[in-house]
């Protein structure tokens, strides 16, 4: 099972969070590691969900910055 470091990008997580999906998809899984996917998915989805809210808030911020400029 590959770990994703703590500061790995969005991108990263993303990927990670597809191939334990993937995995999770697959019938032979024993229970133990579909159970270990399952809590690693939720802590990628959780993470990226994260990462998400603030890159959209850190683009409000910055849209509001220029919206002065942009009034000129």
């Known amino acids: 099972m590959t770990q994703i470091p ?6 990263a997580r993303a990927a990670r969070l597809k191939e334990v999906v993937a995995a999770l998809e697959k019938p032979e899984v024993p229970l133990e590691e579909a159970v270990a ?6 802590a990628l989805a959780r ?14 911020l910055l849209s509001r910055e220029r919206q002065p400029e942009a009034d000129q």
Request: hydrophobic share 25%; net charge negative.
């Open 6 to 11: 703590p500061r790995e990008t969005f991108e």
């Open 37 to 42: 996917l399952y809590k690693e998915g939720l």
């Open 47 to 60: 993470d990226c969900r994260q990462q998400l809210e603030q890159a959209r808030h850190d683009v409000e």
